[in-house]
């Protein structure tokens, strides 16, 4: 049971860093698209 | 150069036979395939031995043979076009579709030539069981024409390509790669004797994919052929 | 902007979820849980290949730069969920069958789009003229996408007696995925689809920037 949560932690970090990865590029390229503007 | 003539046959008869005559003349595609296809064929069969080989390890050796001795040589009905610049003449004088027909019967007949060398050969050297040979015939009859098929079209997008070197056998291979299995899987049943009832569903599966890969070759052809 | 907080919410509550449910299938075990993401990648990798045909499809018709663009851009992306799939599969294949490779035909499958895409990638750097490298690799792509069906749905009807261990996929895939094991699957699914969707739009946004800033330059 205890190698399960390991895993579940290492898949929920891989995870919440790919998606504020994503949000932050998100929003650098809403900024830099506004500028465009 | 072919003559203008009207109709769809005629115009692909004379792509074909203005490439068999300077393949006749030189001769360059044909001795490239089957010189490869014999010096793999008797690598296969020095390093192996001659008996005792299963059929699933004869089948798989039999189209290794033939696939890598049609890369060899497939490609080049397309890439003698650009090389000498008779691409942009053969471009103005005939449409895309009889273009692309005349080249896939010179392959086929190229692989067939090649097949009908190598075969009796591959059963020579290998003690492939020659009694099953009658009934492996539609197998290798509907290989080649897959083969030609899916290669044709291949040979002429890399053709086009600014560097060509491995990049025939690197494209073609995933787009092969169903057809190799069910070959292999259909040659394996002959080759144990089971009979080409046996081999029904991988027969059905070879004629499926000719008549799919030809037509999508016909359909795309004119997007590489023009620019 | 509230997708993406259900999309966050709903994969974290897919994740914790898919660990914490009793395995979904009892012979092979904990291991099985992998199917929760495995099967999803491999979905995306199949769905963005299709993808990339209809822009390459779209560029054919149109001669448009941008449907090239496009198609490129969720190969890419094709390829990463592609690479994914084929991992989280052979670690799989690893435990339950002992061995990282076993060529059942769903290796065999994913495997050869591994190598679609790369030799599509390999076809577009050997081509150095824009146009010219567009219509040949769309044409490619095309090409070899209309061989997929025929891995996919005939192939392991043909060879299917090679690898009697594909049946334990088949079973814990399509005949014994109980209530809870089916809500987490198709909840995964969707989320990997917007994920994918969202990667998308992202990659497309970015690739019309650089075009814009090329054309500054230039």
């Excluded at chain 1, 895993?7 to 390229?29: C, P």
């Excluded at chain 2, 497939?74 to 008779?86: D, I, M, P, Y």
């Excluded at chain 2, 896939?104 to 040979?133: C, G, K, Q, R, Y």
């Excluded at chain 3, 979820?17 to 993401?37: D, K, L, M, N």
Aim: net charge positive.
């Amino acid at each position: 049971m205890d190698g399960n949560y390991a895993a579940m932690a290492v898949t929920l970090v891989v995870w919440i860093g790919l998606f504020f990865y994503l949000m932050r590029l998100d929003n650098k390229v809403k900024r830099l698209e506004e500028k465009n503007r | 150069m072919p003559p203008r003539s009207t109709g769809l046959d005629s115009k692909a008869l004379a792509v074909y036979a203005k490439d068999m005559r300077l393949e006749l003349r030189s001769r360059y595609a044909l001795n490239a395939i089957l010189m490869f296809a014999i010096t793999t064929l008797a690598v296969v069969s020095f390093s192996l031995g001659q008996s005792g080989l299963s059929p699933k390890l004869l089948s798989a050796l039999f189209w290794i043979v033939i696939f890598f001795s049609a890369m060899s040589g497939l490609a080049h009905v397309f890439v003698r076009e650009e090389e000498t610049g008779t691409a942009l003449a053969l471009r103005l004088m005939a449409d895309p579709d009889p273009v692309y027909i005349g080249k896939l019967a010179f392959n086929f007949s190229l692989l067939t030539t090649m097949a009908v060398v190598v075969t009796p050969l591959f059963f020579i050297f290998t003690d492939a069981p020659a009694e099953h040979i009658i009934s492996f015939l539609p197998v290798l009859a509907l290989g080649v024409i897959g083969l030609s098929g899916a290669t044709t079209l291949v040979a002429a997008i890399i053709s086009r390509a600014s560097v060509k070197g491995a990049l025939f056998a690197v494209l073609s291979f995933p787009i092969l790669m169903p057809l190799l299995i069910a070959l292999v899987a259909a040659t394996e049943k002959v080759f144990g004797g089971s009979g080409l009832g046996e081999a029904l569903a991988e027969l059905q599966f070879l004629f499926a994919y000719a008549v799919v890969m030809i037509t999508a070759s016909l359909l795309l052809f004119k997007f590489v052929w023009q620019d | 902007m509230w997708w993406k907080i259900l999309l966050f919410v709903g994969m974290t509550a897919m994740i914790i979820a898919s660990y914490v449910t009793p395995a979904p299938q009892q012979q092979i075990g904990e291991s099985s849980r992998i199917f929760y993401h495995h099967i999803p990648q491999a979905w995306i990798c199949v769905l963005a290949f299709a993808t990339s045909m209809v822009y390459s499809i779209r560029y054919l018709r149109s001669r448009r730069i941008e449907f090239d663009d496009r198609a490129v851009e969720t190969a890419r992306l094709g390829f990463v969920f592609c690479l994914l799939a084929t991992v989280t599969g052979s670690i799989f294949a690893r435990i339950a069958w002992g061995s990282f490779w076993n060529w059942d035909p769903r290796e065999t499958s994913v495997f050869v789009l591994l190598l679609i895409y790369g030799a599509y990638f390999a076809l577009r750097g050997a081509v150095q003229e824009p146009d010219r490298r567009a219509a040949l690799s769309g044409v490619y792509s095309i090409f070899a996408f209309v061989t997929v069906p025929f891995l996919i749905f005939v192939l392991p009807r043909i060879v299917p007696s090679l690898h009697p261990d594909d049946s334990i996929v088949d079973s814990s895939m399509e005949f014994t995925m109980g209530p809870s094991v089916r809500v987490i699957f198709f909840a995964s699914l969707a989320l990997y689809t917007v994920l994918y969707f969202w990667m998308l739009n992202l990659s497309g946004r970015i690739g019309r920037l650089v075009r814009v800033r090329e054309d500054l330059e230039s």
